[in-house]
């Protein structure tokens, strides 16, 4: 069964930063691309970044760029976001999710986990 | 980027309905196009993939249908575990965007 488990999530200030984990388990975790997408609680969902299985493709939603990078280690099976600058605009719950496939092409999201909250506020 | 909104915004419907939620994309996406479901204080769980291709798992009264810019899902038979909210996504490219969801309830 796979799980996926994010952690690292917490009250920051504004102009912080936080390092987002996401362990994974019950599947060939360096065969697919995985991503991360958040939600203000209460409002809708935001792709904020992917990245391909061997890493050599990283994506990011405009939000994101030149503030946030994602990593992976496929030995430890484990999935990273670090965000910088961040603002009170990227208070959110932050999903790991993976992607059907290898690549960051046709993204399709076929398991979540359950998320870490993030809170940007002085 | 490509926009995507959903109709309607909220429904109310009863055990057994045939329910009928439609997504439409600012630009023809071809049939990329993902669904999701989310139950309140969960995470989404994936429904659909590619317009039509229920995922393993996902009971038979869930349906998708639709191309280039206009597609629905629709629910058959409306069961108690179904009231959530329901979010399209466009898999055709980047940045990857979700409908601002429907939510389904009684």
């Known amino acids: 069964e796979v799980h996926l488990v994010e952690s690292g999530g917490g009250l920051v200030p504004p102009g912080g930063s936080l390092r987002l984990s996401c362990a994974a388990s019950g599947f060939s975790f360096d065969d697919y691309a995985m991503h991360w997408v958040r939600q203000v609680p209460g409002k809708g969902l935001e792709w904020v970044s992917g990245?391909?299985?061997?890493?050599?493709?990283?994506r990011f939603a405009d939000s994101a760029k030149g503030r946030f990078a994602v990593s992976r280690d496929n030995a430890e099976k484990s999935l990273f976001l670090q965000m910088t600058g961040l603002r009170p605009e990227d208070t959110a719950l932050y999903y790991c999710?993976?992607?059907?496939?290898?690549?960051?092409?046709?993204?399709?999201?076929?398991?979540w986990g359950q998320g870490t909250l993030v809170i940007v506020s002085s | 980027d490509i926009q995507m909104t959903q109709s309607p915004s909220s429904l109310s419907a009863s055990v057994g309905d045939r329910v009928t939620i439609t997504c439409r994309a600012s630009q023809s996406i071809s049939t990329y196009l993902n669904w999701y479901q989310q139950k309140p204080g969960k995470a989404p769980t994936f429904l659909i993939y590619a317009t039509s291709n229920v995922q393993t798992g996902v009971p038979s009264r869930f349906s998708g249908s639709g191309s280039g810019t206009d597609f629905s899902l629709t629910i058959s038979s409306l069961q108690p575990e179904d009231f959530a909210t329901y979010y399209c996504q466009q898999s055709h490219s980047p940045p990857w965007t979700f409908g601002p969801g429907t939510k389904v309830d009684i």
């Open positions: 990245i391909s299985w061997n890493s050599g493709s990283k």
């Open positions: 999710a993976k992607d059907l496939g290898r690549d960051v092409t046709i993204v399709t999201m076929d398991h």
